[in-house]
């Protein structure tokens, strides 16, 4: 049974940081693309940042320069450090994991950013 688990979501004032992490089970986490996705109220979901296999990042316009992917394969996990946090990135925050024809989900973690 495949799981992705995040954690690290919460209430942050702008300006802040918060640390995401997603853990991974039940598949081959190395050979998968890991990404993090948002969604917003009222909005679709989109792309925020993903890493390859083989450890090739790319970042939504709207997070480069603040916000930092990474994977550590050891521990099945993925993670998204997030800084310089702004209202803007109030959202549920996902994980997911890709390769060929498997994609999978989490279950979502909220940031609020918020005075």
């Known amino acids: 049974q495949v799981q992705l688990v995040e954690s690290g979501g919460g209430l942050v004032q702008p300006g802040g940081s918060l640390r995401l992490s997603c853990v991974a089970s039940g598949i081959m986490f190395n050979i998968y693309t890991m990404a993090w996705y948002r969604q917003a109220p009222g909005k679709q979901r989109e792309l925020v940042a993903l890493?390859?296999?083989?450890?090739?990042?790319n970042y939504s316009d709207g997070v480069k320069g603040r916000f930092t992917i990474s994977r550590d394969n050891a521990k099945n996990t993925v993670y998204l450090q997030m800084n310089s946090l702004k209202p803007e990135d109030t959202a549920v925050y996902y994980c997911?994991?890709?390769?060929?024809?498997?994609?999978?989900w989490g279950q979502g973690t909220q940031v609020t950013v918020s005075s």
């Open positions: 997911n994991a890709d390769w060929t024809l498997r994609n999978y």
């Open positions: 890493i390859t296999s083989s450890g090739i990042t």
